[in-house]
């Protein structure tokens, strides 16, 4: 069964963090997972440890022992203390939200969520403050979409997808955009048996891994930008979770929509050295 069992829960005091508290104790119930509370401070006076130890009793309540949830101090750049920490530190999950008291006006990333993405060896749960009250996001979510880019990251990708929906006991759809020829919409015969054959491709290989991990998985392959099919199928299905590889328009098309689980491919694994899927490292502890 899917689980993680250590879990870095970056904590900067701001609603978005706050409202992350019920997906937190969740993930704590469901995968007995060990949650470790990180502030980031720039200066010591900063330091507000008795707001860390108040977030600790909001997240334990009265059903989860304080030993399972730790509280941890770092001093520097929030991204990169986050994902300096969660490196070293076998840390299986960084969840947090897009964007916080750490975002900058305007931007549907803030920049420490920012350098957790494009940093941290492992995978990450970003929060999407428009869906947060929705009673069947994240780990609630009935429904989870996985975005897959016809790459050797797919297996991968649908397998982690795959263990998560069985977790959550959620409907799984996988997703595939074929890009438009040359960018623009077919004006002629060729480009339309072009994007024929490759809608017919693309089907073909998400069929195949729908049947390898998940039967009962739906389909959905459009032509189009990749931001713009994945945007029309989440609203179109509402599922509470997308799951995806390190692709930053993935990401953002699911702004307003649904959590992302960000996984980190075996590539980019084997690149950094270091071991990135959350079904692994349960592995690997188990």
């Known amino acids: 069964m899917f689980r993680i069992q250590r879990v870095l829960f970056p904590v900067d005091f701001s609603s978005g963090c706050r409202a992350l508290v019920p997906t937190v104790r969740r993930m704590i119930e469901s995968w007995k997972s060990e949650v470790i509370l990180l502030h980031v401070v720039e200066r010591r006076q900063d330091l507000q440890l ?18 399972r949830i730790g509280c941890r101090v770092e001093h520097g750049a929030a991204g ?43 995978p990450v749960w970003l929060d999407w403050g428009s869906v947060r009250s929705r009673a069947t996001a994240g780990m609630y979510a009935r429904r989870v979409a996985c975005v897959l880019n016809l790459d050797d990251s797919d297996e991968f990708v649908a397998g982690e997808a795959a263990a998560v929906s069985q977790t959550l006991d959620a409907q799984l759809t996988l997703i595939h955009a074929v890009p438009p ?33 998940s039967p ?53 694994a084997a690149g950094a050295g270091l071991a990135l899927s959350a079904s692994d490292a349960l592995r690997k502890s188990a």
């Open 50 to 67: 008795e707001r860390l130890f108040a977030r600790r009793r909001a997240i334990a309540g009265d059903n989860i022992p304080a030993e």
């Open 80 to 122: 990169e203390c986050i994902a300096h920490y969660a490196r070293s530190n076998d840390i299986h999950l960084v969840v947090m939200p897009a964007g916080g008291s750490m975002s900058l006006y305007g931007r549907a990333l803030g920049t420490a969520a920012d350098q957790v993405l494009a940093k941290a060896a492992c």
């Open 181 to 213: 020829a040359r960018g623009r919409v077919p004006v002629c015969l060729a480009d339309v048996r072009t994007s024929t054959r490759e809608l017919a491709y693309a089907r073909w290989r998400l069929e195949r891994l729908r049947s390898r991990f």
């Open 216 to 268: 009962e998985a739906k389909v959905e392959v459009s032509c189009g930008p990749n931001h713009a099919v994945v945007s029309r199928v989440l609203q179109s299905q509402q599922p509470g979770l997308l799951v995806t590889g390190n692709c930053r328009e993935t990401i953002l098309a699911a702004e307003a929509e649904c959590p992302v689980l960000r996984l980190v491919t075996p590539t980019a």
